[in-house]
């Protein structure tokens, strides 16, 4: 028994927001990694035609 | 949201109750995404992606595998971008269907813009896509049928005549003769003919689906065939298209743009769906036309003209790789 009060527990709206926040977060990486992959699809759109149109010899 | 508000409690009074006394205050993230994904339509994008991925299959030509699987991924974004937008538009009759009623836009779980603007990002990236990996031509079809199906089919003729989904139809078409000119930059008569097989198709599908729920349509004020023609009109009417569907179907072995494999499985197939649509003509009916077995035998045709169509593009893939 130090005197100290107990932790308190958060409240529906702090738990409501922390979900939220949560949420958010989740949605934002998801749409970073959306971008990341168009990103690569053009990259390698770009590396295929390429080699199509230039006949590299590494894509013979 | 719907899972958060619902989770975390407040007792009758109005108090907080703990988020750790409440059921668990975080939403499933597995259960957003399955809104997002319900978002796309994806039992629709399915059929979509596996025409489209069978016209890229028959077109002659050898196109470069990563290419094609991008051509194929454009036409499925295509198609998830038309089903996104098309629920942001028609959200205020999904909710009066009981069948549409628990889709995540009039669900509340996701929001109204949330949905336009994730299927026009989709939409955009599809054609940009498509424009990159294969040709010009592909890319402007694909922008045709995301523009037929949200303009022409959802905002003009879904709510206003009984032919929506004839006309509206042809937008369901187009991705076999997309994925066909993704290959060979040029439409021919086989997409053609793929094209109008889908389209002939649709009106037998979706009238079967709509004699077992006409009531939410009649509900929302959709005009669907069976809600403005009647029943009795509409099972006659998915008679006869299929019997223009079935000759139709058999052109391509007639023509000699497929061979012995897709010819038989077309007959079959055709004479399979033929007696599902006899069926749902003869299915026992009151006075108002009023199906007495509970449309078991639309609720049959229904299913067996999914299986129509994937089995008979499916003959079509095996007829061109054994040939």
Redesign the interface.
């Known amino acids: 028994m130090d005197g100290s009060a107990p932790p308190r527990r958060p409240s529906v709206e702090e738990a409501a927001e922390e979900a939220a926040r949560r949420r958010r977060r989740i949605r934002n990486w998801v749409l970073l990694a959306s971008l990341l992959a168009l990103a690569a699809l053009f990259y390698g759109i770009a590396v295929v035609r390429m080699a199509a149109n230039h006949q590299l010899p590494h894509f013979r | ?1 719907r899972g ?2 619902a989770s ?3 007792d009758r009074a109005g108090a ?5 006394v ?1 059921a668990p ?3 499933s ?1 597995l259960a ?1 995404l399955n809104d997002w994904i319900t978002l796309l339509k994806p039992r629709v994008l399915l059929l979509v992606v596996f025409t489209g991925l069978v016209g890229l299959l028959v077109a002659p030509g050898h196109p ?1 595998p ?2 094609a699987a ?1 051509a194929v ?1 454009a036409i499925a974004m295509a198609a998830g971008a038309s089903g996104a937008i098309n629920m942001w538009y028609d959200r205020d009759i999904d909710a009066l269907m009981r069948r549409t009623s628990g889709r995540p836009v009039p669900g509340g779980r996701i929001g109204a813009e949330a949905a336009l603007s994730f299927g026009v990002v989709l939409a955009i ?1 599809s054609v940009l ?1 498509m424009l ?2 294969a040709n010009a031509l592909a890319a402007a079809l694909l922008a045709v049928s995301i523009l037929f199906y949200v303009f022409v089919y959802t905002v003009w003729l879904k709510r206003r005549t009984p032919q929506n989904i004839v006309i509206g139809g042809a937008a369901g078409a187009f991705p076999a003769l997309i994925g066909w000119t993704a290959v060979t930059d040029s439409v021919g008569a086989l997409p053609v003919l793929l094209f109008a097989i889908v389209f002939l198709w649709t009106p037998p599908h979706f009238w079967s689906l709509s004699l077992f729920a006409h009531e939410d349509y009649r509900r929302a004020g959709v005009p669907m065939l069976p809600v403005v023609a009647g029943l009795r009109e509409t099972r006659r009417q998915i008679f006869l298209y299929t019997l223009a569907l079935v000759p139709v179907s058999l052109l391509p072995t007639a023509l000699g743009l497929a061979g012995f494999v897709y010819g038989a499985s077309a007959l079959l197939l055709g004479l399979g769906f033929t007696w599902y649509a006899i069926e749902v003509l003869r299915d026992p009916e009151d006075s108002f036309g009023t199906s007495l077995s509970r449309n078991a035998p639309a609720k049959a045709a229904f299913r067996f003209s999914i299986y129509y169509l994937f089995l008979l593009f499916a003959a079509l893939a095996a007829d061109r790789l054994l040939g």
């Open positions: 949201m958060m508000i975390a409690g407040v907080a109750i703990p988020a750790d409440a205050a975080v939403p993230v957003e470069d990563f290419l991008v991924l990236a896509l990159l990996a």
